[in-house]
């Protein structure tokens, strides 16, 4: 897409290769690393909002934390700007599949 990923923000987490995001484990570890490098921003598994509780008070205060469950949802927040869908290319017709016959000289 060419379109730059936010340097303010991380995520962490498991994408499936149809796009859906998988939980994780050590949420509370990861959000006291983020908090120590003053990140403030995390993107995280819907599935792991249960883990929140383990998570100390003031860090789930100073912290923006998106919940998430498709790779959609993470390019919406990761990326600097929204993506714009590129127009479809034209689809061939009946008529673009007729095998055609070969020419007289063939070479390799």
């Not at 994780?24 to 993107?43: C, D, M, N, W, Y």
């Not at 205060?61 to 919406?76: A, G, I, N, Q, R």
């Amino acid at each position: 897409t060419a379109i730059p990923v936010r340097c303010d923000i991380a995520m962490t987490g498991e994408i499936t290769v149809r796009g859906r995001v998988l939980p994780i484990g050590g949420l509370k570890e990861k959000l006291l690393a983020a908090h120590r490098q003053s990140i403030f921003e995390v993107i995280l598994p819907k599935d792991n909002e249960k883990d929140l509780a383990e998570v100390p008070e003031n860090i789930r205060k100073d912290m923006k934390l998106d919940f998430v469950s498709s790779m959609d949802e993470v390019l919406k927040i990761a990326l600097e700007r929204e993506i714009v869908a590129l127009p479809l290319a034209p689809t061939a017709t009946a008529a673009d599949l007729v095998a055609r016959p070969a020419e007289d000289n063939l070479t390799h």
